[in-house]
């Protein structure tokens, strides 16, 4: 393979779930940096049609869809409506998700809370890689990014729903790359640390990321365009014989919120 084919998408279609702000947005801008259509897929169609918009005045190729990956019908409409777009689909970011991060205290969590993030970041996520996985297969190119977290291997305190449903999405990765390895098919997962979001922003005090910093030999917290680097490498034909892994992309550390 030449160098300049390692990291190049041309002709390539994502689907970029939760594609409108944040990790989300920088894998959006990422791959279609580097060639690939791009579906920025969100629940916030306006916030998806704002990147979607700043991808094509880069001169890239993008489209907004409106999406709720706990409804099936907005995910079999989300592959219906790429097919009907691009004519094919290539790599699937599963980016979306959610929870209650240091605010899960058994307590007070209900089961009908820890069943919605296992339906958020679990559930759509195996859901839309059976949907997209025959269309990988007959383009003949396929890649899947699951997007993990630093808490899937973690212990802290008020987040026992959001850390397993994490440990679940890598091990659910490495299985999938069984199942869909034969058709030539890549499953990998990013698991990010604690990136500058505005997630973050809403919980992180200054005692807080001091204490991050302290754990981080890199010393600075991640940026959205650290993750979207690590889902370029799953996605490029670089990692042509990379499937079943989790890359941690944590600055080398560890972050937890206490």
Same mark, same amino acid.
């Given at each position: ?34 060639? !690939?259509?791009?579906?920025? @897929?969100?629940? #916030? ?5 704002? +990147? $979607? ?5 880069? %001169? ?34 599963n ?17 009908e ?27 003949g ?16 305190? !008020?987040?026992?729903?959001? @850390?397993?449903? #994490? ?5 659910? +990765? $490495? ?5 869909? %390895? ?15 979001t ?23 917290l ?10 370029l ?5 670089v ?6 892994q ?13």
């Amino acid at each position: 393979m030449k160098p300049a084919e390692l990291f190049d998408l041309s002709g390539k279609v994502a689907i970029i779930t939760g594609g409108a702000n944040g990790i989300g947005r920088g894998c959006c801008t990422m791959l279609a940096a580097h060639g !690939a259509s791009v579906v920025v @897929a969100d629940l #916030k169609l306006d916030d998806a049609e704002a +990147t $979607a918009e700043e991808i094509r005045h880069d %001169g890239g190729k993008a489209v907004a869809m409106a999406c709720n990956v706990t409804q099936d019908d907005d995910l079999t409409g989300l592959v219906n409506q790429t097919l009907a777009e691009f004519g094919q689909i290539n790599i699937l970011v599963n980016n979306v998700g959610g929870g209650g991060a240091g605010r899960e205290s058994p307590a007070t969590l209900t089961v009908e809370a820890f069943a919605r993030t296992f339906d958020l970041n679990v559930f759509s996520t195996w859901r839309l890689a059976q949907l997209c996985a025959p269309h990988m297969a007959k383009a003949g190119y396929g890649s899947i990014i699951n997007m993990s977290s630093m808490s899937s291997i973690n212990r802290s305190p !008020a987040i026992s729903a959001y @850390a397993s449903s #994490k440990a679940a999405i890598n091990h659910m +990765t $490495a299985n999938l790359a069984f199942d869909y %390895g034969p058709a030539g098919i890549r499953v990998n997962a990013v698991a990010p640390g604690a990136i500058r979001t505005d997630a973050l922003a809403s919980v992180l005090t200054p005692e807080i990321e001091a204490g991050m910093l302290a754990h981080t030999p890199l010393k600075r917290l991640g940026e959205a365009d650290d993750i979207a680097g690590a889902v370029l490498y799953f996605a490029a034909p670089v990692s042509c014989w990379v499937s079943g892994q989790t890359l941690f992309v944590n600055g080398g550390g560890v972050q937890t919120l206490d």
